[in-house]
């Protein structure tokens, strides 16, 4: 399941 | 942070900056696609709306500041400023870059993660920002003859996608949970754009001439 973790890149 | 998405950060960071440089101190945007540069511009101004509403780091922050000031600063000069508007090659430029803008919208309203405002706007720029080169590459392929910076800009553009598929694989193998396919996939295509530029870019390297793309 995705979390919001890939939001911390640009 | 690993060393992938910092170099990643970093290329294209170099790459803003090889531009904004060039179009500052020579005062030409020549060989620059404006529309590209208009379409870097609704990606960060439609991804980094999260600025306001989630902290991250202070990287993180200042990043997404340094690229949204660049972006919108290019695009600023090309069309407004007194002698760099005079240096672009309107009549070049002619990718109908709005084509590109409306499908990008109407793919993330139907495939994304979340159906949130914010959530639609992040998928959007996602897949806005892997086309967003093309009108550069169309305006590339038509004047042929390409100055070095503009040459440069392209290939750090190149070099930080690069990386970022290298940071994805990394992520994928040491973070549990890091499965992201909409960004994958988005990021793979971009990559793949380059993919044509960067062989002309090495041949030319390789035989120690000007970059020049065939018609």
Not at chain 2, 25 to 33: D, E, F, P
Not at chain 2, 162 to 180: A, S
Request: glycine share 4%; with cysteine.
């Amino acid at each position: 399941v995705a979390r919001d973790d890939v939001k911390d890149e640009l | 942070m690993n060393i992938f998405r910092l170099a990643g950060d970093m290329t294209h960071l170099a790459s803003v900056l090889v531009l904004l440089l060039k179009i500052h101190t020579i005062k030409s945007c020549a060989g620059v696609s404006l529309k590209t540069q208009e379409l870097y511009a609704i990606v960060f101004a439609t991804r980094y709306l999260d600025i306001f509403t989630s902290f991250y780091s202070i990287y993180n922050t200042l990043m997404k500041l340094i690229f949204l000031g660049s972006s919108f600063s290019i695009v600023w000069y090309m069309r407004y400023h007194k002698t760099v508007r005079r240096t672009y090659d309107r009549e070049q430029d002619t990718f109908r870059h709005w084509f590109l803008v409306l499908p990008c919208l109407l793919l993330a309203l139907l495939i994304h993660e979340k159906f949130t405002f914010l959530e639609v706007l992040w998928t959007f720029s996602l897949y806005l920002e892997a086309v967003a080169i093309l009108p550069q590459l169309v305006l590339l392929q038509r004047t042929r003859n390409i100055d070095n910076l503009t040459g440069q800009y392209v290939f750090l553009l190149g070099g930080y996608r690069g990386f970022y598929i290298l940071n994805w694989i990394y992520r994928y193998l040491t973070e549990p949970h890091f499965v992201h396919w909409i960004t994958w996939i988005a990021g793979l295509v971009q990559t793949l754009l380059y993919a044509d530029f960067f062989y002309y870019y090495f041949q030319s390297w390789k035989n120690n001439k000007k970059l020049q793309l065939p018609a």
